[in-house]
């Protein structure tokens, strides 16, 4: 190791070609110093690491060569050149304003500014993190470079542009430095890997340049560490243990459970992904990026948008393939829903979990009928009464009825058909997730059956409705939870049809909202009812909202019902 050279210096570029990812400001610079336009003022902006002191060097090495190239770069042959190149040139100096920013050392600077170069044409003044300076050693600095000599040329370099003085950055020439894109990183490190015998994977690579966030020089130096650390050896595996980023493999997972509707397999998930250290809230931007990924990934004229490597985009294409977009927008509102809800919320487990169930709920069936446009947990509870088959359509909140189940009495007529359904109808905002809306009534939404069919609607009782419920529980004994919620909470009878059920929790309207269509479906046939609807209510105590806080409503939950202490610990549910 006692030659060890870190690649960040090894690697820096020597020439204008050599810097990655800024080819149009390369040329620019080549341009003005191949039609001899130079300005003696420069001002480089951009964020860390991506080659502004570097592309200044070469500058100053390009403008006192002797014998430039065609291509406008340094010969990197001449007396000048290998001066620059052996760092013992006179012409340049480099002031680091981050750590010599008085008055002092600008009048040091300014001094030497006066002293003409004794060999080459030009000496190169560069200031680094130039908004750094103090305001009287900027006032200091602002006369010098109001009358530079005319061999002195300033370059200065900033992180924060919009620190810099106008009367400053009216005397500069400024060059904006765009962050490095993921795969010129990438790109560059294969070759590093390459020049120094390192196996890596392109992956790896990638990951590594996700990580830098557009720095070469941080890309350089994880890359420096991880090929130590592995022993020369850099594998996907490796980079995002030692970085701890969180595997893509598991929003691949992830979103294949929303495409089948396997709410517990996103939780367990969920819980896996907790359970490794990882915070929930990076967590759900990770998850955002990866709808976005998916999105970008279904149209070919955005798939430029896709920062992975090779391997990765290819995965992106086929589970892209598998998402409708419109699953994705909503998916992404919902996530993006979580992350800004996340800060606020005091059950930031839950508020996650909610997100989850309720992307999961994107695909279920009934999402491709008619009302495939409206959020799925959040119909507003229809205040209209119920209507009896001969009875006329009540205006616009029984819109749904009409449009997709129309009384058998009321279609064959004229009037009927010339009735418009108007899906499109404006809807109430939606609740906003976390806030659970203290009523949510569920549409009994049956499209698929045939037009032809006449509707059963056979009066049944309070007692046939909780033994067919009783029943319908059964069916299910795998699904703890929810069977454990049918059978603590059975429903009342409400008016002829509807099926109301009062729940203390989100989670367990939840859980009803995921089997909603199913169980009405077994409702109607084993009642011979088409008609039965179902709603659900939160109902908390007042008593118990003023009191006690979400975990202690927990807990007073569970000592009321042994059965949800059971399906809390069954579904490895925690209050945080
Ligand atoms: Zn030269």
């Not at 002191?53 to 500058?59: D, H, K, L, P, V």
């Not at 990934?297 to 920062?307: G, R, V």
Request: glycine letters at 4%; a negative charge.
């Amino acid at each position: 190791m006692d030659n060890y050279i870190v690649s960040a210096r090894k690697y820096r570029p020597s020439t204008f070609q050599s810097v990655v990812g800024q080819k149009a400001l390369t040329q620019t610079l080549k341009n003005a110093i191949d039609a001899g336009k130079l300005a003696h003022a420069y001002l480089f902006c951009g964020p860390r690491g991506v080659g502004k002191t570097s592309c200044a060097r070469i500058f100053a090495k390009t403008i006192n060569c002797m014998h430039p190239t065609a291509t406008g770069e340094a010969c990197n042959e001449c007396e000048s050149c290998q001066a620059f190149n052996e760092q013992r040139s006179y012409n340049i100096s480099e002031l680091d304003a981050a750590s010599n920013n008085s008055v002092d050392d600008i009048r040091q600077l300014v001094d030497q500014v006066r002293i003409p170069p004794q060999i080459g044409k030009y000496k190169v003044y560069i200031v680094d993190e130039v908004h750094m300076l103090s305001t009287a050693a900027f006032n200091a600095f602002l006369k010098t470079l109001e009358e530079p000599p005319h061999h002195a040329i300033f370059i200065l370099a900033t992180t924060e542009k919009h620190k810099i003085l106008p009367t400053i950055l009216s005397r500069c020439q400024v060059y904006d430095f765009q962050r490095i894109t993921i795969a010129d990183i990438a790109e560059h490190l294969q070759y590093v890997a390459s020049q120094e015998g390192i196996q890596a994977e392109a992956e790896a690579l990638s990951v590594i340049a996700q990580k830098a966030d557009g720095g070469m020089r941080d890309a350089l130096s994880i890359f420096d560490q991880i090929a130590s650390f592995t022993a020369g050896n850099i594998t996907y595996n490796a980079v995002i243990e030692n970085l701890n980023v969180l595997d893509y493999e598991y929003y691949f997972r992830l979103t294949d459970a929303f495409l089948t509707t396997n709410v517990p397999a996103t939780l367990l998930l969920f819980k896996e992904i907790c359970d490794k250290g990882f915070e929930s809230q990076h967590f759900i931007s990770g998850l955002s990026n990866h709808l976005r990924n998916l999105l970008v990934s279904k149209d070919t004229s955005t798939l430029s948008l896709l920062e992975v490597g090779e391997a990765t985009a290819k995965r992106y294409g086929e589970q892209a393939a598998k998402c409708d977009t419109r699953f994705l927008y909503k998916a992404m509102d919902l996530s993006n829903r979580c992350d800004l809800d996340y800060r606020v919320s005091n059950n930031k487990r839950f508020l996650v979990e909610l997100m989850l169930i309720q992307i999961c709920q994107l695909s279920m069936p009934a999402e491709t009928t008619a009302q495939a446009s409206q959020p799925p947990l959040q119909s507003i509870k229809q205040t209209s009464p119920q209507q009896a088959p001969a009875t006329q359509p009540a205006p616009t909140t029984q819109r749904a009825q009409q449009a997709t189940a129309p009384t058998p009495q009321a279609q064959p007529t004229p009037s009927a058909q010339s009735y418009t359904p108007r899906p499109a109808t404006p809807r109430p905002a939606a609740p906003r997730q976390g806030m659970p809306v203290p009523s949510i009534r569920i549409n009994a939404q049956k499209t698929e059956q045939p037009q032809e069919r006449v509707k059963r609607r056979k009066p049944f009782t309070q007692d046939d409705l909780v033994a067919a419920w009783l029943k319908y529980a059964d069916t299910i004994p795998d699904e703890v939870a929810l069977y454990n919620t049918m059978q603590t909470h059975k429903p009342t009878l409400k008016g002829e049809i509807i099926c109301k059920v009062d729940v203390e929790s989100t989670i367990q309207q939840s859980l009803i909202q995921v089997t909603r269509d199913a169980l009405l479906e077994y409702l109607h046939n084993t009642l011979e009812n088409d008609y039965i609807d179902l709603e659900t209510e939160i109902k908390i105590s007042n008593e118990r909202r003023v009191s006690y806080n979400t975990g202690e409503i927990l807990v007073a939950m569970k000592e009321d019902n042994p059965n949800l202490a059971k399906a809390v610990e069954m579904l490895n549910l925690e209050i945080e």
